[in-house]
């Protein structure tokens, strides 16, 4: 038994049989590596699409790798298509003349473009996974490239979603608390904040791009020169590694939740002074105090805009919570068991419904926003698209 550097991954022990076989070894993984040559790092917040993947894709029967990799594929195409139509039409919204006067216009349209670039990223991410652990592509430089571009990609768009989106949030208690306040909204300190995000994240997660190699495995048939994707980093820059995973969503989740407590707090204050205001104008009749919790009842109902604004802001990371829970939960687990993995790969889909659905969550609920939209030429299309099929629909119902 030996170090073997150049079969087994992360240090692991190698044990020869038949020096002459290539496939003649196996490795002692170290403590949270798993796989053939240690390839599937488990550890907290390092599991990588190949860890969770892999074992279906390699699956005995023909017939589940077939269905499952057309899944990889098909699902994340659809959220894509669907995404597109969603973030073409946030950017066209936010990239009026009108929104951009404030520093949160700048945020959402940048917001609109990245989470585009993750869902493409995710795309083509998987495809490339899917191809290269079943062997078609044999283009050692290409298949590398892809390999550190796509993971990379991937990362930090995501992370750069959930800053802005912070960003937003921290906008909305500046206006809110500070009413003539025009420091923090002002288009030219956005700017300043968007750069400083992308910036500071492509710079962080460089060591992406350093230490994510593709390799071949020594285990696949020669017929099928499977590869992964992994990492192997030193164990310095693994702790590194999981210090910028967790801080990158802790700190954008606890900016969010703190800004949607202050802003909700502030909001239903003021208008709940306003309300009550009114209310003690009148006499304490029976009939007024009805009054009285009409008017409280309408008062979520009036500013429920206001009301849900900070909680939308929210929802990046809410929808990241279950993969993060399951992080800690499943860390340095091997994952064998079926319903462990498949939870991971469909939290891990769940933390992109906020880049899917960014019209429905950043455009619908707002009035203002949706009357943008409809000056758009796009929005003039689809308000008119809209009438000639209620139009069409009316005319079937007279007809019959």
């Not at 390699?58 to 098909?74: H, R």
């Not at 139509?85 to 950017?91: K, Q």
Request: aromatic share 12%.
């Amino acid at each position: 038994m030996d170090e073997c550097a150049e079969r087994c991954l992360a240090g692991g022990q190698c044990i020869h049989g038949d020096l002459e076989d290539r496939k003649g070894f196996v490795c002692l993984c170290p403590r949270c590596y798993y796989g053939s040559i240690c390839q599937r790092n488990t550890e907290l917040f390092s599991f990588t699409l190949e860890t969770l993947l892999t074992y279906d894709l390699y699956s005995l029967s023909v017939a589940v790798q077939q269905v499952f990799s057309s899944l990889l594929i098909i699902i994340p195409a659809i959220l894509f298509v669907i995404g597109a139509l969603n973030n073409v039409c946030c950017y066209a919204t936010f990239n009026r003349t009108k929104p951009l006067l404030v520093g949160i216009g700048h945020y959402l349209r940048t917001v609109s473009i990245i989470n585009q670039l993750a869902l493409l990223s995710l795309l083509l991410k998987l495809i490339h996974t899917v191809f290269s652990i079943k062997g078609h592509i044999v283009h050692h430089t290409m298949n590398t490239i892809s390999c550190k571009i796509l993971s990379y990609f991937l990362s930090c768009t995501s992370r750069m979603s959930y800053w802005l989106m912070g960003m937003v949030a921290v906008e909305r208690v500046y206006v809110t608390w500070y009413l003539k306040g025009t420091w923090l909204k002002s288009p030219r300190i956005a700017k300043c904040i968007i750069a400083t995000i992308i910036v500071g994240i492509v710079v962080s997660n460089i060591h992406e791009v350093i230490f994510y190699q593709s390799i071949e495995d020594p285990k696949s048939s020669d017929t099928n020169n499977s590869t992964w994707c992994v990492t192997s980093y030193p164990s310095i820059i693994a702790t590194y590694n999981q210090a910028n995973a967790i801080l990158n969503y802790i700190m954008p989740f606890l900016i969010n939740f703190l800004s949607t407590i202050i802003l909700t707090i502030l909001i239903i204050r003021k208008k709940w002074a306003i309300a009550t205001k009114k209310i003690r104008e009148h006499s304490h009749t029976l009939q007024n105090m009805r009054a009285t919790f009409h008017s409280y009842r309408n008062l979520f109902t009036e500013n429920k805009e206001l009301i849900l604004a900070p909680l939308i802001t929210m929802l990046p990371q809410l929808f990241s919570l279950p993969q993060f829970i399951l992080s800690f939960s499943l860390a340095c687990q091997e994952l064998k068991v079926s319903w462990q993995r498949y939870l991971l790969i469909v939290s891990y889909f769940i933390t992109y419904l906020p880049q899917v659905l960014s019209y429905k969550l950043y455009v619908s609920p707002s009035s203002f926003y949706k009357k943008e939209f409809n000056l758009t030429k796009l929005g003039k299309k689809i308000t008119k698209w809209q009438k000639k099929i209620v139009k069409k629909n009316r005319n079937n119902i007279s007809n019959t």
